[in-house]
């Protein structure tokens, strides 16, 4: 069968333009001017574009308890975040956590060491907080690489772009496909290793707590878990000041076999969403809230 190329329409290619221009300034900037320039940027065109109002409608319903200034300085945080995360894709192969910088502290190296120690595969799971890719970093600079399957870019252009960007962060990434997830299955079954974010809405998912509301979650980290008997580590990834961080592993999770493989599975999806949860909470700012995450999102 032929593949058919779907060819790039000329908005594509302005759009593709423009990050490529904003890429090759932050790239030929030192990583702290370069972070705190995608700062400001974030900050001036984020509130402009229509993904604010859903964000801002998000915050609203996940966190009625603060107040209508607090929700705004929150939404200019995260603004400013995510231009810092577009400046730093460029930056990610300078990255060094395990070198006594500073740059990155890392807490739990100890849980790294032993997946790759164990003899047996495992599951790498963050969210989108803090700088994410660097989760990912944590692993594979430990000797941990990981295979992922992530959601590919709508601009093809764009795409390409990013994955040229994530190849310095090392292992494999598959853009999500029937493929992709028979690679994730394959991986375990060889004893690798998988990275996996999960905390974007999956309408085929399981209804899963997050924020008082059912949200529709992927259940595939907890049934391949379950399936190959491996052990699930979650990594936080906080942004300190400026383009320095923190990263937490934290030891495996406990999950529970009790033979009811649906009620198991909902489980550890509730256990992982609870953990987001406190985690972005505590840091809301460091977060994407412009995610479809609940059924009901209309925003």
């Given amino acids: 069968m032929v593949e058919t190329r779907i060819r790039p329409t000329l908005r594509q290619y302005a759009a593709y333009a423009l990050v490529r221009v904003l890429s090759a300034l932050f790239a030929a900037l030192p990583l702290d001017l370069a972070s705190g320039l995608g700062g400001v940027i974030g900050c001036a065109v984020g509130p402009l574009t ?3 109002r859903r964000a801002r409608a998000n915050l609203a319903r996940a966190l009625p308890e603060i107040g209508a200034g607090a929700r705004r300085r929150i939404l200019r945080g995260m603004w400013a975040h995510i231009g810092r995360v577009f400046a730093e894709y460029p930056h990610l192969g300078h990255f060094r956590l395990y070198d006594g910088s500073g740059r990155v502290e890392v807490i739990g190296a100890e849980h790294v060491d032993a997946l ?20 990912s970093l944590g692993a594979t600079q430990r000797g941990v690489p990981l295979v992922h399957v992530y959601r590919a870019a709508n601009n093809p252009l764009i795409e390409r772009l990013i994955q040229r960007w994530r190849s310095a962060v090392g292992g494999v990434h598959h853009p999500k496909s029937p493929r992709a997830a028979r690679s994730l299955v394959a991986a375990l079954a060889a004893g690798e290793h998988l990275g996996m974010l999960v905390d974007q809405k999956y309408n085929e998912g399981i209804a899963v707590p997050f924020f008082g509301r059912d949200a529709m979650t992927a259940p595939a980290l907890a049934e391949l878990a379950l399936k190959f008997k ?11 000041k400026g383009a320095r961080f923190r ?53």
Wanted: hydrophobic share 45%.
């Fill in 50 to 52: 229509p993904m604010h």
């Fill in 116 to 135: 790759r120690e164990d003899g047996i595969g495992g599951i790498f799971v963050a969210g989108h907080i803090g700088n994410w890719e660097l989760a």
């Fill in 230 to 240: 491996v052990p699930v580590v979650a990594a936080r990834v906080e942004r300190l």
């Fill in 247 to 299: 990263l937490t592993v934290l030891p495996p999770l406990d999950i529970a076999r009790t033979g009811d493989r649906a009620g198991d599975v909902r489980a550890v999806m509730t256990r992982i969403n609870a953990l987001f949860e406190d985690w972005i909470r505590d840091r809301p700012e460091q977060w994407l809230w412009m995610h479809r995450r609940w059924p009901d999102d209309r925003d």
